[in-house]
């Protein structure tokens, strides 16, 4: 009975390692402001174009109208890099005092494609939360060379 107990709760504990990413951030940013999470209706709509263009798996959760103390913001980066785990690498920071607002972006990699999770917040709408996957393929021609690859997009569009 024993080890029937633990084999359960390991296998429940690996699986809540496995959730991380936005689920993450909606349960850091939840508990700690006694907020609500509102997903965006109709995003299912994007998927074929999302698709085609080498995006996969998006999730977006939006805190409308939560305004983060700029002080706080500090914490909170903290938190989620700790609470993400050693798969989550951060990528890009931004930090703006003088308009309270910044974003941050951690990337996570399978080897076949490139996970991004993008965290920003301002004071007009709140705490947004997007998460994505990209193929390596897809993201190995826009570091190439994004500038023609742009190029080459504008002009098969007639622009």
């Known amino acids: 009975m024993k080890r029937a107990c633990l084999a359960v709760l390991l296998s429940l504990s690996s699986l809540a390692q496995a959730e991380t990413g936005i689920a993450t951030v909606v349960q850091v940013v939840e508990s700690r402001y006694g907020v609500r999470h509102h997903g965006v209706p109709g995003l299912f709509l994007a998927k074929p174009l999302l698709i085609k263009s080498g995006?996969?798996?998006?999730?977006?959760?939006e805190f409308n109208g939560l305004r983060i103390p700029f002080n706080d913001s500090y914490w909170l980066r903290d938190k989620l890099a700790k609470s993400l785990g050693p798969d989550w690498h951060p990528f890009i920071e931004e930090w703006?005092?003088?308009a309270a607002e910044w974003s941050l972006i951690y990337t996570k990699s399978n080897g076949r494609h490139v996970s991004m999770l993008i965290v920003t917040a301002d004071q007009e709408d709140g705490l947004t939360a997007v998460q994505m996957s990209l193929s390596g393929n897809r993201i190995g021609e826009w570091l190439s060379d994004p500038i023609e690859r742009a190029r080459r997009?504008?002009?098969?569009?007639?622009n």
């Open 55 to 61: 995006t996969g798996g998006v999730k977006l959760e």
């Open 96 to 98: 703006s005092k003088s």
């Open 153 to 158: 997009r504008n002009q098969a569009d007639g």
